[in-house]
């Protein structure tokens, strides 16, 4: 029995082999193999017996050591057991088991097409997506700076129109809308929690984002030029802890903000409680804070894309100038830069660093391919767009990358074979509205929402491997769904998106307040031993903090904030009820009526009239405070002459 087993075992172990063998077989074909094959079913009438095709095969491959994977490979093909098999099943069965390269390792689909009500019908700008490691939530800027905040899901949660001017700052939000102004960039910094937007005003504006409800805290006006685009340098990815905020404007300068200290304040606050304007020129006398310096002029036209990269530390430009249409510049140090040249400019551009490839769109419509330290000649060029290039986005770990050109049409390219895997048209409502402007924001693609982990190991999506991908053209937003051959890629993409961030903004505190999380992290050495004696003094003058109640019944927990806020909600409700009844003046707090009387301090003369005077006073007015009414006897005359016993008189 145990011989059986043990055959049994071989076999299914051959098998096996077998069957990853074939597999390997039809890897290795190539367009010549393929060739020869059909010229030799051609010879024989497009169909060949199980001898016949051993041979083919065995000859095109070259009377390799293969004859166990060619007798399974037809066996597969014959799976009706028939005597012949013709070079359409063959066909059906490559195109059945067989891929390129990269082909079918992503299938994207246009799972829906929506409008954003908040833009009001005006192009999208800009998505920016305002991630931590808690939160999420997209962030849609139309043309004319409204803002409106969505979850993961483009569930609506709150919108807002940005301040773009001085005088924006004391208007109310729906007179802030103007025609003559518009965004061109916007920028969340997740280090800070800061969102900045600029516009063609000549201002950046800089609100706080640690919740729902952003807080503009700075205005910087009057920029030398317009600010087209951002680029951002964390804290995290700088030694000294500084952060910087690099900047290029349409007349092709750079310029930088570096943040001194932004994990405390990234710039001085004028008032604490209202936002804090500065003009251009001021800030050269903020150095406690910040360092305004200037790069440099690498293009002669509008910078139209601006990124840094932490890998290299490189800042990466481009623009529609012909002569220096994109730029690799290595920011602190002394190496030459990059200058690549285009007919038509650089509409934009994806960089991978581990890949070590540069891909670049035109107004032409031409994708081309490039070492970035090769900057005379491309290394490859793809033409499989009519349009402009609207934007590229690079796929690291699949060695893919995404293009959409103006006429809506989106590719997928494989960057080893350097051709198009897949293609399809998004046809966004607006191109079906005669005489509509088409307009595209800074970029058009966006990578999906950020979902809580759900693997074994704790690893968090790739940018570009989270579902949907969104696109965006005019007021409209296509949600594309990304199939993943992947098992464990496709179960994140079905896991809980992250919530948004919270209503209520948190507190900003310095990093240096920040409590560890852990006892272990503290190290007792780091410190100076403290002096006992005061602590057993302070604790002594603590101890009352301990002893006291504070529920007691005797009315000194009405100092407590709930107490307040319970006791104003009750007021509250009780004014809703008044006014309902149409008697709103029911529920004010009216004092209660004391004793009334003179005060007894007040010297008296010693003459008896005046004596007897203010004790009839004291008299009345213990009256007045017991009854309602001073006096039972109304005048029954309407003139208003003989009205005399409503009057006091007093004998002299």
Known sequence: MNE?????????????????????????????????????????ESSLSKEQFFQAVDEVFEHSDCAQQIIALYDLINKNNESRITWGQLLDFFVQNISPNGAGVIDLQINAIIAVPQTRREAIVKIVLIETSKYFCYAILSKHGRVGLYDGNLNFLTTYQLIMT???????????????????????????????VTNTARSVIIYEASGLKHVPLWLILSTPNIVECFAYKSSDASEKGESTLYMGDDSGLVFSFIFLQPKVLILRKK???????????ELSEEKDFMIVKRIGRPHQESIKRLIYFDDNETLVSCSKDSNVSLIIKYVGKKNAPYVFKMPKGCNCFALSTERKILITGSQDGIIRLWNPIITSKSIGTLSGHKTAIADLKMMDKENLFMSCSHDGTFNLWDIKQ?????SFVINFPSFAVFGKLIEWGIECIYPGPKRTLCNENNTTLGVWQRSPILVACCNHIALIKL??????????????????????????IPKMWNTSDSTEAVRCNEFNQPDMSIIDKRLKELEFILKKDLFEENGSNRSDINFKIATLERKKLEMQHHVARGAPYLALDLHEVHELRLTPDLPVPNKKKIKHMVEKIETILQDASCRDLIFSEPSTSRSPRSSRSSVIEFDY
């Open 4 to 44: 059986n087993i043990q055959e049994e075992q071989n076999i299914n172990t051959s098998d096996n082999f077998t069957t990853l063998s074939w597999h390997e077989l039809l890897q290795n074909l190539s367009t010549n193999h393929l060739e020869k094959l059909e010229n030799i079913f051609k010879s024989n």
């Open 166 to 196: 001085r005088e924006d700052i004391n208007r109310r939000e729906e007179d802030r809308r103007r025609r003559n102004r518009w965004v061109t960039d916007a920028i969340f910094c997740s280090d800070v929690l800061m969102f900045i």
């Open 271 to 281: 008032h604490n409680d209202k936002l804090s304007l500065f003009y251009w020129d």
């Open 418 to 422: 350097q051709k198009c895997i897949q």
């Open 483 to 508: 199939k993943h051959p992947d098992k464990e890629i496709l179960d994140n993409n079905e896991t809980q998106v992250l919530p948004p961030p919270p209503l209520q903004n948190s507190v900003l």
